[in-house]
């Protein structure tokens, strides 16, 4: 039977970001996913312009029930949270988190912890900053936030997240018995070298720094596909390292092939998977 994945995020009808961006990845490995939308907006909001709404916090829980009642869950491997449309939406997202590990110990829970961006600033709606820390955090096996994120997550910790010993301590702040690491992507430091950008993979007794080199007018999309490579990564079995690089390199290449094509949103070619 093929392994499932059950990805928690947001949908558009154009473009590639959230579910749009990250399913695709994990098909691409063989997976089965079941795709569940926290908002559907006819494009990201980035873009100016854009109709539709966040999904009613109910029929999310609904439907994480549903999928739950048809005995999705027995063959899951992964389940993976992204942009939540509201607090009560990331409170229903936890309870399901809880009852899926307790139905089958062997899922691993990705928390992609989004709240903003270097020069946005937080763009959620209000409540949904608490609940990731407050909720999903402790839940989760791993954690990718962008560094901005970063720092939200570890203000108490350390607030500084622009130099590695900040983000370390970040990082130390948030591993507790259940995380197996945090990926923080995006990360631009003071001794990083120019024209590079990193996603930097702590574990409990390892810090590893991945460099890709920085690609210009990056569209929105990059940290979904980067979150759905990796996802697709550790369902296949790949360690935490090793599918951050692998992710880090789909990204790339969905970059390139982009901006080759001039398009405003994301393209992803063919060949973007980790399988």
Not at 112 to 137: I, Q
Request: aromatic share 4%.
């Amino acid at each position: 039977m093929t392994a499932t994945i059950v990805s928690i995020q947001s949908q558009v009808i154009s473009g590639y970001v959230g579910n749009a961006a990250a399913v695709p990845q994990m098909r691409a490995a063989g997976f089965t996913v079941a795709a569940v939308p926290t908002v559907l907006f006819s494009n990201h909001p980035g873009y100016g312009r854009f109709r539709g709404r966040a999904t009613d916090p109910e029929l999310v829980a609904e439907l994480l029930l549903g999928i739950e009642e048809h005995g999705v869950l027995a063959d899951t491997a992964c389940i993976v949270s992204g942009y939540l449309g509201s607090e009560q939406t990331g409170q229903a997202v936890a309870a399901f988190v809880d009852r899926a590990l307790a139905a089958n110990p062997d899922i691993t829970y990705v928390c992609d912890p989004v709240m903003g961006d270097t020069g946005s600033g937080v763009f959620v709606a209000p409540g949904v900053v608490e609940v990731l820390r407050s909720e999903l955090v402790s839940r989760a096996h791993v954690l990718t936030p962008n560094q901005f994120e970063a720092g939200l997550l570890g203000q108490e910790a350390a607030p500084d997240a622009t130099t590695l010993a900040g983000l370390r301590a970040i990082a130390d702040s948030l591993l507790g018995e259940r995380q197996r690491g945090v990926v923080v992507t995006g990360c631009v430091l003071a001794d990083t070298a120019v024209g590079v950008i990193e996603t930097i993979v702590f574990e409990k007794d390892a810090t590893t720094r991945l460099a890709s080199v920085k690609e210009d007018g990056a569209p929105n999309g990059t940290g979904d596909t980067f979150n759905g490579a990796l996802t697709a990564g550790l369902a296949s079995g790949q360690s935490l390292v090793e599918a951050a690089r692998a992710a880090a390199d789909v990204v790339t290449r969905a970059l390139r092939y982009s901006a080759a094509r001039g398009s405003r949103d994301l393209l992803l070619p063919p060949e973007t998977t980790t399988a």
